[in-house]
Structures are given as C-alpha cells and as structure tokens.
C-alpha cells in the first residue's frame, strides 16, 4: 500500500501515522494484546486510510508476525 502509494499524496505520512499507532496500541494492551486485536487493527486502517479491502487473509500473516515479535520483546 506505501509503495505503490494507494492512499495517495498522503501515503507516506499514512504510514508512518499508522506505526505509531500500532506501536501505542501495543504499548496500551500490554499482555493481553491478542493476534486477533491485530487482525482487526490492520483491517480496519486498511480500510479507512488506504481504502483497500483485505480479502486474501494476509492480515493473519502479517498480524501473526508481528504478535510474535511483540511476544519476544514483552
């Protein structure tokens, strides 16, 4: 979605916004973040910022990776 700039002139501020809202969001949940909190989290800026509609499941992937790393860190 950044790189091929699907939220247009913004998609770089988009991004970077939406790092800092994952990383906040990781920090306010603390142990009880789920992998499915993720999954609703990347859906819903998917949707709302970028205007794209995940229907390939990859949010799974994606949010699965990332509950990994934040489980190693915690």
Not at 15 to 29: A, H, I, N
């Amino acid at each position: 979605a950044i790189q091929m700039e699907w939220a247009g002139p913004e998609t770089a501020q988009k991004g970077q916004d939406f790092q800092s809202s994952l990383v906040e969001y990781f920090e306010e949940q603390g142990r009880t973040l789920e992998q499915e909190d993720i999954e609703d989290l990347l859906l819903e800026t998917m949707s709302s910022e970028f205007c794209t509609l995940l229907e390939d499941g990859s949010e799974r992937e994606v949010a699965k990776s990332l509950w990994i790393l934040y489980q190693q860190c915690i």
